[in-house]
Structures are given as structure tokens and as C-alpha cells.
């Protein structure tokens, strides 16, 4: 009799322990979790974007990403070896990445660095009152697309308040961020969000103000 009763503790005990741990985890995706990371602190315009390589690395693509990383293992990938430790290396200007970031990158490489296509997420706390280029625009563009539309670099400009104005009024600024159109953008990375999709339709509405 004692050994079926063993067997169930055991069975139970294999449940209680799986179903905790369900709970707890979180799966990484690459286009929501990790592309953001790097797009804002290692895709500037002299480092890691498709025109300067820096290092021979471009950050911008999972192809670029990964050609920094030993697939399962973080403490052997130059990517995470770069931005980790107490003196890290990168992002060579700027703040280092905290150690929330850190710990997504690491278990994203050390459970297999694979792709996943970001999701739109819907944004509750989105910031849509009284949409403006400096206060709105300026920083995703910044974030976005200035790693490769700086001035003097990939046409468009997007780097200042005219220039993205022009990208608007040529009719194909809109088609890029909305992927309707041949080019969609930011190029290689996934699609703005729906909020920030949301601000620059409303920016241009209220006729595109500084
Ligand atoms: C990784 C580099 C890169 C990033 C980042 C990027 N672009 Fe581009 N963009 C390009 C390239 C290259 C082209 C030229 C078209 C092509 O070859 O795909 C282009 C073309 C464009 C065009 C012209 C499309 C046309 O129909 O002529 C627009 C507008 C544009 N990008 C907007 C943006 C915006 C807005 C962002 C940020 C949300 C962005 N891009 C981010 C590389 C980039």
C-alpha cells in the first residue's frame, strides 16, 4: 500500500513544482524584448548602424545581433562580454545598460538567441496630449532612424524638425512607418509601435507643429 501512495506524492510533487514554474516564466522574444535595447544604446550613427559597423558589428538586424553571439552561452558572446562586468566596455558613450536589460540579453542568448517578430503591444500609457516634434517626434526618430537617416546619410534626413517634414509632405515618410508602401521602416527592425504610430498620425493632423 505505501508505494502507491509514494508514487502519487511524487506524481503531485512533479505537477506543484511544473505548474510554479509556468508561472514564473516569461518567455524572451527578440523583436520586443531585446532589438529595443540595442536599437537605443548601440545603433548610433559612428557605432554599431549599418553605415559605420563599428567593429564590424551593425546592431540594427537579428543577423547583425546574433553575428555577436555563441548561441548559448552569454559569458563566451562578444556582444555580452561588451556590455557586462563591472567596467563595460559598451555602449561606449552614454549610460551602460541596467541589469534588468543585462538579464534579458543573457537569458536570451543562453536559452538559444532565437528569433521572434515583435508584437504591437497596446500601449495604455500612451502619451498623445498635444503631440510636438521636440517633445514627440524628435525622440523616436532618434531611437528609430537617425542611426541611418542622419544628415548627409541615407536619404531621407529624419535628423531635424524640416527634414522630417519634407519625408512627410514627399508622401513617403507615412507608407515607411505603416509598411504599405516598398520600404517599410525602421529598415531591418521591427514596426513602431502602435502608440508611436498613434502620435505621428496625430502630429501630422494637427499639421505637423515644432
Ligand atoms: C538600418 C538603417 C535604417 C533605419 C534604422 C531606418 N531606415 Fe529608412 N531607409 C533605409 C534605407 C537603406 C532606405 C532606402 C530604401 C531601401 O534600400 O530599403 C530607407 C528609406 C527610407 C524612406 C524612403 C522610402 C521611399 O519610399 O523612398 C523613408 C521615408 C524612411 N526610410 C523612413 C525611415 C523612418 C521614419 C525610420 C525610423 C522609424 C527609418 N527610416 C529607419 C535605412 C534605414
Redesign the pocket.
Known sequence: MKKPILLLFVIASIIIINSCRRDNYQPICYGNDIQPIL?RSC?FSGCH???SKSGGY?F??YEGAISAVTTGNAAKSELYQAISGSHPKMPKSGTPLTSKELNKIKAWINFGAEYCAATNTVVSNCDTVNVKYDSHIKP??I???????FSGG???A?HDFNS?KS?VN????????KHT?????????PK?SSC?LRKIDLWIQAGMPQ
Not at 143 to 149: D, E, G, K, L, R
Not at 170 to 177: C, D, E, G, Q, Y
Open positions: 536599437t545603433t548602424s549599418v553605415a551593425e540594427t538586424t523616436m526618430m531611437s528609430f532612424c537617425t542611426s541611418c537617416h541615407q536619404a531621407p529624419l522630417v519625408a514627399a508622401n513617403t515618410f507615412l507608407p515607411a512607418v508602401g516598398p520600404f517599410p521602416m525602421p529598415q531591418g527592425g513602431l508611436d
